[in-house]
């Protein structure tokens, strides 16, 4: 099956790679290096403008934000074929998808939102969680390439559902890693060893993949490598506030959760590694050198 992806980032960068093997995948990237890197490591073939994938079969993309993805479905839908399917894997906006799909579908092109879990070790392993939203016969079509770069294909409800629950999710993640950050700088000011105080965390009921995976790498083993942008965290959970403000639901946590990330963005610039957050907090409480001995 010839396959177009789109978005050679942090993500879609071994998703590519995982589906390579399989089939005939035509990568594109705003940045023409590295689509040709991915090209000499993965084998794939390399598309230097959008407009050359209207022939493929199935188009995946992996962007920023809805708009990105917005932007190149400008410059394929004149001349993409009728029955190509669109899977979008970026984390994206609901009622942006929505109206998406409605566009493509004008030229009898399938849409669906299936936005993933799992980080780049999860893209990387093959084994991240997709959350679909489609309709049940494009989610079938969808399914076995989705397997190629996942482990659990949950479909969640049709088009917009996908990106709906994943920013929802996401928001949770990101409410967590604050709290978690909030404990560990409170534990440090009590001089408390922070292996000890992680160790007592993630044998407690405060525990959460926060700190059982995130925290440690960088707090106990000292690394802090860049694996997801702080304003893609910061869209996500504007997105999931904005979804329940439409829904008139009170939601006071959620809100003051994307004010704290949005003024962390603001200040550290939104490329900074999420994780950021932790000396974010401890910077917020006077100790601008924490974790960074
Ligand atoms: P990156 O910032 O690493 O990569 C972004 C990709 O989008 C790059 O290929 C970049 O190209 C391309 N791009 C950026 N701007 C444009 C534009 N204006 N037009 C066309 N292409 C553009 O992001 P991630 O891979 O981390 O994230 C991608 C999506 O996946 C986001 O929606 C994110 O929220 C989500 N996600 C990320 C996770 C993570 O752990 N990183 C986990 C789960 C979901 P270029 O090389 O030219 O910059």
């Given at each position: 099956?010839?396959?177009?992806?789109m978005?050679?980032?942090?993500?879609g960068?071994?998703?590519?790679?995982?589906?390579?093997?399989?089939?005939?995948?035509v990568?594109?990237?705003?940045?023409?290096?590295?689509?040709?890197?991915?090209?000499s490591?993965?084998?794939t073939?390399?598309?230097?403008?959008?407009?050359?994938?209207?022939?493929c079969?199935?188009?995946?993309?992996?962007?920023?934000?809805s708009?990105?993805?917005?932007?190149?479905?400008?410059?394929?839908?004149?001349?993409?074929?009728?029955?190509?399917?669109?899977?979008?894997?970026?984390?994206?906006?609901?009622?942006?998808?929505?109206?998406?799909?409605e566009?493509?579908?004008?030229?009898?092109?399938?849409f669906?939102?299936?936005?993933?879990?799992?980080?780049?070790?999860?893209?990387?392993?093959?084994?991240?969680?997709?959350m679909?939203?489609?309709?049940?016969?494009?989610?079938?079509?969808?399914?076995?390439?989705?397997?190629?770069?996942?482990?659990?294909?949950?479909?969640?409800?049709?088009?917009?559902?996908?990106?709906?629950?994943?920013?929802?999710?996401?928001?949770?993640?990101?409410?967590?890693?604050?709290?978690?950050?909030?404990a560990l700088v409170?534990?440090?000011?009590?001089?408390?060893?922070?292996?000890?105080?992680l160790?007592?965390?993630?044998?407690?009921?405060g525990?959460?993949?926060?700190?059982?995976?995130?925290?440690?790498?960088?707090?106990?083993?000292?690394?802090?490598?860049?694996?997801?942008?702080?304003?893609?965290?910061?869209?996500?959970?504007?997105?999931?506030?904005?979804?329940?403000?439409?829904?008139?639901?009170?939601?006071?946590?959620?809100?003051l959760?994307?004010?704290?990330?949005?003024?962390?963005?603001?200040?550290l610039?939104?490329?900074?590694?999420?994780?950021?957050?932790?000396?974010?907090?401890?910077?917020?409480?006077?100790?601008?050198?924490?974790?960074?001995?």
């Open positions: 099956m010839k396959i177009a992806f978005g050679l980032g942090a993500m960068y071994p998703m590519a790679r995982n589906l390579s093997p399989h089939h005939e995948v990568v594109w990237n705003r940045t023409t290096a590295v689509a040709e890197r991915h090209s490591e993965a084998g073939a390399l598309a230097r403008r959008p407009d050359e994938l209207s022939d079969e199935i188009v995946i993309s992996i962007l920023p934000t708009r990105e993805v917005d932007e190149v479905v400008d410059h394929l839908l004149p001349e993409i074929a009728a029955g190509t399917l669109w899977i979008d894997a970026t984390s994206g906006d609901p009622s942006s998808s929505r109206a998406t799909a566009r493509l579908l004008q030229k009898d092109v399938r669906l939102d299936a936005p993933v879990s799992g980080g780049v070790p999860g893209a990387e392993a093959a084994t991240l969680t997709f679909v939203g489609a309709a049940e016969d494009d989610f079938t079509r969808a399914r076995p390439l989705l397997e190629l770069m996942g482990r659990r294909i949950v479909h969640v409800g049709p088009v917009g559902a996908g990106h709906a629950i994943k920013a929802i999710t996401n928001s949770m993640m990101a409410a967590n890693l604050w709290v978690a950050s909030e409170a534990m440090r000011r009590q001089g408390f060893d922070m292996k000890v105080a160790d007592v965390i993630n044998g407690a009921s525990r959460s993949n926060v700190t059982e995976n995130l925290l440690p790498k960088r707090v106990i083993a000292g690394e802090w490598p860049l694996t997801f942008k702080l304003g893609l965290l910061d869209k996500d959970v504007r997105i999931a506030a904005n979804l329940v403000h439409e829904l008139h639901l009170a939601s006071p946590l959620l809100a959760t994307s004010q704290l990330y949005t003024a962390a963005t603001t200040s610039g939104g490329d900074a590694d999420y994780i950021e957050v932790l000396r974010y907090v401890a910077a917020l409480n006077g100790d601008t050198d924490a974790w960074r001995e």
